[in-house]
């Protein structure tokens, strides 16, 4: 009876070990079933999504050079502006005569009183230097009319009108009382500036019949 009943132990146990193996094996081939179910998932590619559409050139890209091209250009238009509008103009020097003839003129409707005929002398004056090449120094009246006789280019009978002009100038200007007749002085002294215009005509058609003789004996 013992050794049946060992017998019989023996059996159910080896009985389940069978079952047990058996669902070990059933679980286990379910486990490499999914197993290789999920790698078989994750091995496939996913599909693609759609490119983006391709990105525009920026404005900079696209006109950078136009730019950098036109600021270069502007600023050298203000550049060459402000060196027009800031450069000391050319000083346009007008001949003896007709800054004479101008200052003159503006003395016409003005008073004949002491500073008026100054002024009109040194305009006077100021002339004759320039037109006859006179030493610019400072003289009086009477030394201005020394030299003007001993000015060959003005002439003798020109330097004695001028000089009865200028002393005649001085007797009114230093009068003690204003002298109710006229002198007419700014007239006086546009008559005595044609005189002298056609005085130095003179002598420039006297130094170009001189050149012209000399001239055609050479040629």
């Not at 036109?70 to 050319?90: F, N």
């Not at 003395?107 to 009183?113: G, H, I, K, M, W």
């Not at 003798?156 to 001028?162: F, K, N, P, Q, V």
């Amino acid at each position: 009876m013992k050794r049946k009943r060992r017998k019989q132990k023996v059996e159910s146990r080896n009985n389940f070990h069978r079952g047990a193996r058996g669902v070990f094996y059933f679980l286990f081939s379910v486990f490499c079933f999914h197993l290789s179910a999920f790698a078989q998932v994750t091995n496939d590619i996913p599909p693609l999504t759609p490119a983006y559409p391709e990105i525009p050139p920026t404005f900079w890209e696209q006109h950078g050079i136009a730019v950098i091209l036109a600021s270069l250009a502007a600023l050298l238009a203000i550049g060459i502006t402000v060196w027009l509008l800031l450069r000391p103009k050319p000083v346009v020097l007008l001949p003896p005569e007709v800054h004479a003839r101008r200052a003159l003129e503006l003395l016409r409707q003005r008073n004949e009183d002491g500073n008026v005929l100054s002024q009109i002398s040194q305009i006077l004056r100021r002339y004759l230097m320039a037109a006859f090449e006179m030493s610019p120094d400072e003289l009086t009246t009477s030394e201005f009319c020394l030299a003007l006789q001993q000015n060959e280019k003005i002439g003798g009978e020109l330097a004695t009108r001028i000089s009865e002009f200028l002393r005649r100038c001085d007797e009114l200007k230093f009068a003690p009382t204003h002298s109710s007749t006229s002198l007419n002085a700014v007239a006086h002294a546009l008559e005595l500036v044609e005189l002298s215009e056609a005085r130095r005509a003179h002598l420039r058609q006297l130094v170009e019949a001189q050149t012209k003789p000399e001239s055609a004996s050479r040629a």
